[in-house]
């Protein structure tokens, strides 16, 4: 009779430990499973590197009204920095922050993302053609894990402009080739078609492109 009593005193007390054990390890596994969709644990700052196009020398286009593309980047670049400082998940750098030249022999901008390890990349620019009829939104990119970004960008940036829709698009520029996280380069609208270039210079529509971009960056990060 004791050795029966025994027996189930045993095997309750190892029921026990092994109950514990295993509730034990159960919330290991979810103390340490706190991560948004992304992959990355919930506390994770995410650097978005915003790259104004052209700069100093480099004029870039020169628009219907002889305003050049480079000071409508940097205007846009620093209204979507502004935003992005409300973010407390995302931290944004700037490749430059004021009318400086970077030589597009020296690879700074995407080497500048990567050394920061940086998360997203995103270039901005206006558009220039011959024929002040062309118009529209367009966004590229290189990389194939770079398709998502550029898709929802476009998607935010012609609901808000307006302009017409000229899609994504792979295109073999260095910005967004030599870079090792996604990447994308807008061009938002063209500076040589003179209806959107009246736009395109407007403060209230350079806050809503830059609301565009943000909201597209938050998608992009929140919803993979």
């Known amino acids: 009779m004791k050795k029966k009593m025994l027996s189930i005193t045993f095997l309750l007390f190892s029921i026990i430990i092994l ?8 919330d290991k ?3 340490g499973n706190h991560q948004s969709k992304s992959g990355k644990n919930s506390d994770t700052i995410y650097k978005v590197v915003i790259d104004p196009g052209h700069g100093g020398t480099d004029v870039g286009a020169t628009g219907a009204s002889g305003q050049n593309e480079k000071n409508f980047t940097l205007s846009v670049s620093k209204r979507v920095e502004k935003l992005l400082e409300q973010e407390p998940k995302i931290k944004a750098f700037m490749t430059r ?4 030249f970077i030589s597009q ?8 993302a990567n050394k920061l390890n940086a998360d997203l990349y995103i270039s901005i620019h206006g558009n220039t053609f011959s024929n002040p009829d062309v118009s529209g939104t367009g966004t590229f990119y290189y990389h194939k894990n770079s398709r998502l970004l550029a898709e929802i960008l476009q998607k935010h940036v012609v609901e808000v402009s307006g302009f017409r829709d000229r899609g994504v698009k792979k295109e ?4 967004v080739r030599d870079t090792k996280m996604p990447a994308a380069l807008i061009e938002v609208g063209y500076l040589t078609n003179p209806q959107e270039e009246s736009k395109l210079w407007n403060d209230d529509f350079q806050n809503n492109i830059a609301t565009a971009i943000v909201a597209g960056i938050k998608e992009y990060i929140y919803a993979k």
Request: with cysteine; net charge negative; glycine share 0%.
């Open 19 to 26: 109950s514990a054990c295993t509730s034990n390890s159960s």
């Open 172 to 175: 073999d520029l260095f910005v």
């Open 29 to 31: 596994d979810n103390s």
């Open 105 to 112: 022999e020296s690879r700074y901008r995407p080497q500048y």
């Open 97 to 100: 922050s004021d009318d400086r």
